[in-house]
């Protein structure tokens, strides 16, 4: 049952890394005219973003206490132990998952800001 789910949930987690304009790949929408500099300012704002880490330390820590937390809601609503690892596997890789879409969104907003330093009228 794990494996099944693990296969389910590793590949949303793939997809939503490998979107076209997401993270460092965010392609911002601008107001206004853009310069003849806008494809050399938006290459260098998403290198920046890029070089952001996807997984670190805080992504581990963020699938442990998720992986806590399920394992404990498990063990408290079904009064057994029976399903602790599946439910602490399944946990850490919905934690992780999730960190790893939040450093995802956090690289989109290092591209708008770096385009807005820049000059340019970034409105999404």
Request: charged residues 10%; contains cysteine.
């Amino acid at each position: 049952m794990l494996n099944r789910k693990c296969f389910l949930i590793l590949p949303a987690i793939a997809l939503v890394g490998a979107c076209a304009n997401t993270g460092a790949n965010y392609q911002p929408v601008v107001d206004g005219p853009v310069g003849p500099n806008y494809n050399f300012d938006l290459q260098q704002c998403q290198q920046l973003a890029a070089s952001q880490p996807a997984v670190d330390g805080s992504t581990a820590g963020n699938a442990a206490l998720a992986a806590a937390g399920t394992a404990a809601t498990t063990a408290i609503i079904q009064d057994s132990s029976d399903n602790l690892g599946r439910a602490a596997a399944a946990g850490a890789l919905l934690g992780a998952g999730a960190d790893v879409v939040a450093k995802n969104q956090n690289k989109e907003v290092i591209v708008r800001n770096c385009m807005r330093n820049r000059g340019y009228n970034v409105v999404g």
